[in-house]
């Protein structure tokens, strides 16, 4: 059912889009249609990262499906970010941090738990990625709102470039150790036979074209969706806080929402986890660094500063989400309490 619906969206969103942009339609109606679009884009793109995680396991698919999932929003980050919107896409960072450990894990989280009473997931993945949470949003994101008081503003966009390259050269190490020296050390019991079960929606080619193609088009569409949001912002009394937290972090992860869930659904812990805490480091520690140092190449630049309650709501979810997942477990009321602590960072963010 769900299919049919991104597949409707998609077959008259994608059309509709480029009309609409041509006739030039009203920019609130664009909005929601860009958004829509972007929405059912990413649902393909999470169906074809599934048929890939079938064939290559649990790791390396909810890898895929974190990558480009995110590659939706470093795309209209980028736009962003050539539009001069910084503090849209400093929001949409905070947005996916919040949105993919609280949102996306809550709802794998609360939907699995409705069918299964206890759900595992490896333990020592859990473990090994609270202390890179720790140090990607607390250390590499408070640090420079901290040493910043006391610096110029040159002085800051350089303390922010190093922490990106410290980053980035991190985040390629984790992989390293993941998926080159360890894989396989710390596997969960039944991790390298559950894919093996079920046959791939689409075959390997198929869903790397798909890939391609919704890559494509969503850069597209996202550059004329950038155009929209300030128009929108006003007309609503919205912030760019709240639209950059809330509107283009869901539109922008809505591949992650689908897949993480679908896969809690079919009890694949190891896949949703992955999907959901994978994706936070991978905005951490990749797309954050990515867009701080493509910055650089546009009139204005973006050091790595968070306002703070953007920095309290990131840190707040990171403990929270560590708590609840290093034992290895979930249920549907550990997933109901990451849920309600978005909705009351989301009310926060909106009234702010």
Known sequence: MTNKIFTLMLIFGVPLSIIGAYLHWSRILMFILYCLTIIALAGFMGRATESLAIVAGPRIGGLLNATFGNAVELIISIFALKAGLVGVVLASITGSVLGNLLLVAGFSFFMGGLKYKRQEFNVYDARNNSGLLIFAVIVAFVIPEVFSINMKSTETLTLSVGISFILIFLYLAALFFKLVTHRGVYQHEDESEGHLEEEPEWGKGKAIAILAISTVVVAYISEH???????????????????????????????????????????????????????????????????????????TSMPLLFSWPELTAMVSSVFLMIIISNDGESNWFEGLTLIAAYFIMGLGFFLL
């Open 225 to 299: 969706l950038v155009h929209t949001i300030e128009y929108v912002a006003t007309s609503f009394g919205w912030t760019e806080l709240f639209i950059g937290v809330i509107i283009i972090a869901i539109v922008g992860n809505a591949a992650e929402h689908a897949s993480a869930v679908l896969m809690a659904y079919k009890n694949k812990m190891d896949i949703a986890v992955e999907i959901a805490i994978g994706s936070t480091l991978q905005v951490a520690m990749f797309v954050a660094p990515v867009l701080v140092l493509a910055s650089l190449f546009f009139p």
